[in-house]
């Protein structure tokens, strides 16, 4: 459970990465069901604002030592610099030694770096440093090509959005999805993404001019259980079916098909850990339609049968 989280900042801080972790994780939402988690700011001298790189400034209320006895420790981007606050890099191994986990977001991942945290670990960041992250921190196992890492007490991220998806995973993950589902939905963001940062690189910027596809997203969403063909949700769009489909992947990073089976998925994730369902009425409402097709498309999403999973996750005792 993340009961605290701690966010570092120092000199060279990015608004918007900073703001994210604030939005996830920094916003009283008990009243919405999320589990109330203490946030502090931290920097190296309390009391003393630090710049960001625009041109304005915040001042952290507390210091380093307010890293340790946090559930988790939130890097967000800086400046890259060829050297970092000796204070803040010995913080944040002290608080990993503490039992902390660590997320980083963007260029965050340099400071994770020289710390050594990342040395023999999975890891992303943005795929801009593709080329230079690995050749200043060789024992990191960089992949550019994913939106988030999780590799248990160490959260890397790509590039800024993806900082969101990184910190949904993770309320997903220690308070479950009915959790992340509220944030996701106060924000206006999709619960999960699916796709790597590959897309960001390879596909050209759209060029229609039209409104966000985020209205058919919704309406899909309220009808998992209903079949949505291409053909239908482009005329639904009132676009044709080519450009439907290239305005979709270029929004959300994959195909129609490919996110309705995810975003049943993590319905049936809910369903497995908040309710008493049998696997068969969670595939009817999850829009699977039978078990054998959910435990197809869950075993090959999360890795383990819906089952398994409820053994895990159930919130409380069912009856399946």
Known sequence: MLNTVACVVMDGLAPFEFGLICEVFGIDRTDEGVPPMEFRVCGEHPGVPVRTNVGASLTPELGLDALVGADLVAVPAFRIRDEYPPAVIDALRRAVAAGATVLSVCSGAFLLGEAGLLDGRRCTTHWQYAETFPARFPLARLDPDVLFVDDGNIVTSAGTASGIDACLHLIRREHGSVAATAIARRMVVAPQRDGGQRQYVELPIPTCT?????????????????????????????LSERTFAR???????????????????LRARHLLEDTDFSVDEVARHSGFGTAPLLRHHFHKAVGVTPNDYRRTFAHRPTSV
């Open 210 to 238: 039209a409104d966000s596809l985020e209205p058919i997203l919704a309406w899909m969403l309220e009808t998992l259980a209903t079949e949505h063909p291409v053909a239908e949700l482009a005329q639904r769009a009132q």
């Open 247 to 265: 305005r979709f992947v270029a929004e959300t990073g994959t195909t129609p098909h490919r996110w309705l089976t995810t975003q049943r998925v």
